[in-house]
């Protein structure tokens, strides 16, 4: 064996026990955290609130200690529970995620194939049995049927497999009993599917993982601002919508997702795994596998649920960096946090162990010049300029717009005094000038009769009164006799 075999090799193992897997397993504590992890995360408990999450490990950490387990080895670590989970959260082991605004703990993928190799490993039934060879086998011949695309080869297995079937079907109608099988060879297989069904978890949580690298990956190119806001709007918006399409492990979830997301196919399994807890071979398994067998149907829903709610949450994410994403303010803060990461870089170099930063209370004045420094005082500090009486009256190109306006107090004053102590008001307004028979007159001598004193009769008065453009408009109205004003108004 030449040295670069022997090099290449140990290269390859040092990658592999980099691995966060194996990383958890040949660890001081190893015992102790898949002890503790197994306990703390059930599949029926895969998300575990942090307060919870801490008190648990806190418990768990003080039951051994007051039992010995660390009086020799010192394989029971030290510290608070809450430093413990945070050591785990670095090292990869828990991802903290927030759900329904409560911070939570999960399994990352690395730790769900660490405690599924550990349970596999203690479970003392590592054997090559049939049932996993034919699984094998038929995994084989499923990749080279699909991979063979002659027509001619794959119509003679489908006649061969037809034929088989056909043989099959005429001995049953036959009579022919059907042949047993040993409950030896159904525990087998019942182990077979147990062990398949412990790397489900694992598979499940790689793929929303891989969602989630992909969503920072976005975000962090988004916030780099490499290349025009437009392009880059139109490529995020599409990858959040298709998030399962932009990973190797989403596209593979979502091929899975077409086999079992149907409803009918997955009550089919959870009817098929009830009637296997009545066989009598399932009495041979222990408590523990017969819990496991039928929760199978459950973690594939639960592993489904967290990769689309992975899906959703990092779509969500992508999109509102899309709407809100600002180059101009994300670098402002990018040039903030460097400029405070190199002052404190500078600190750390000249202070000593107990220095303390003094903090900012305030912020500094800005220096903008002199500003108002009263605002009680709304009005502006000079009055406006005077108007300006002009002797020679204005004139206007499409006749006087001030015939629009409101009544003519004093012509009417003027007209109203001129006709005795008492006057029928229609009978008046029907004898005024042109120029105070428009309906706002009509209106001001109303007022000016109600303000004089006047009778309302039983009878109804129509009048016609004349717009400033010609227009004729009839006002009925209760009869109105006033009296003449004594003093006029100005």
Request: hydrophobic fraction near 40%.
């Amino acid at each position: 064996m030449t040295s670069s075999r022997a090099e290449a090799a140990y290269q390859r193992s040092l990658a592999a026990f980099k691995n966060p897997t194996l990383d958890m397993l040949h660890g001081r504590y190893a015992p102790f955290v898949v002890a503790v992890l197994s306990l703390v995360f059930t599949p029926d408990r895969q998300a575990v609130p942090v307060a919870d999450a801490h008190a648990e490990v806190g418990e768990a950490t003080e039951a051994l200690l007051s039992l010995g387990y660390d009086e020799d080895d010192r394989r029971i670590p030290h510290g608070s529970a809450r430093d413990v989970c945070r050591h785990w959260v670095r090292l990869g082991w828990l991802v903290p995620q927030i759900e329904d605004d409560v911070e939570v703990y999960r399994l990352s993928a690395h730790a769900v194939g660490a405690l599924e190799i550990a349970g596999r490993a203690g479970s003392g039934r590592t054997r090559v049995s049939t049932s996993r060879v034919r699984s094998l086998l038929e995994a084989i011949d499923r990749l080279a049927e699909d991979a063979d695309a002659d027509p001619v080869r794959r119509l003679a297995r489908l006649e061969e497999q037809r034929a088989s079937l056909e043989a099959e079907i005429a001995a049953l109608r036959g009579g022919a009993a059907v042949a047993a099988v040993d409950d030896e060879q159904l525990l087998e297989e019942a182990e077979n599917v147990l062990h398949l069904a412990r790397e489900l978890p694992a598979d499940f949580s790689r793929v929303a993982e891989s969602i989630k690298a992909m969503q920072r990956d976005v975000v962090a190119e988004l916030r780099g601002d490499s290349r025009p806001t437009g392009e880059v709007l139109r490529e995020y918006l599409q990858r959040g919508q298709h998030v399962l399409q932009s990973t190797p492990e989403g596209r593979a979830f979502a091929g899975a997702l077409r086999l079992i997301g149907d409803p009918e196919r997955i009550d089919h399994l959870a009817a098929q795994l009830h009637l296997l807890q009545t066989r009598p071979f399932s009495r041979a398994m222990d408590a523990g596998q017969r819990a496991e067998l039928e929760a199978v149907g459950r973690r594939l829903e639960q592993g489904v649920e967290e990769v689309l709610t992975a899906q959703r949450r990092a779509s969500h994410v992508i999109t509102a960096q899309v709407r809100t994403h600002d180059p101009v303010r994300d670098r402002q803060v990018d040039d903030l946090l460097r400029a405070a990461m190199a002052g404190l870089q500078a600190w750390m170099q000249e202070s000593r162990p107990g220095d303390r930063v003094t903090p900012v209370r305030s912020m500094p004045v800005a220096g903008v010049g002199h500003l108002r420094q009263t605002l009680s005082d709304v009005q502006p500090p000079q009055g406006p300029e005077p108007l300006h009486d002009t002797p020679v009256d204005v004139e206007f190109d499409d006749g006087d717009p001030r015939a629009w306006g409101g009544p003519r107090y004093a012509e009417l004053e003027e007209y109203v005094s001129g006709l005795g102590e008492e006057f029928d008001l229609a009978a008046a307004f029907e004898g005024a000038d042109g120029d105070t028979r428009r309906p706002v007159d009509l209106l001001g001598l109303l007022e000016i009769a109600h303000r004089n004193g006047m009778t309302e009769g039983e009878g109804i008065s129509v009048v016609e009164a004349w717009r400033p453009d010609g227009s004729a408009r009839r006002f009925a109205f209760g009869a109105v006799t006033a009296r003449s004003a004594k003093e006029g108004i100005s």
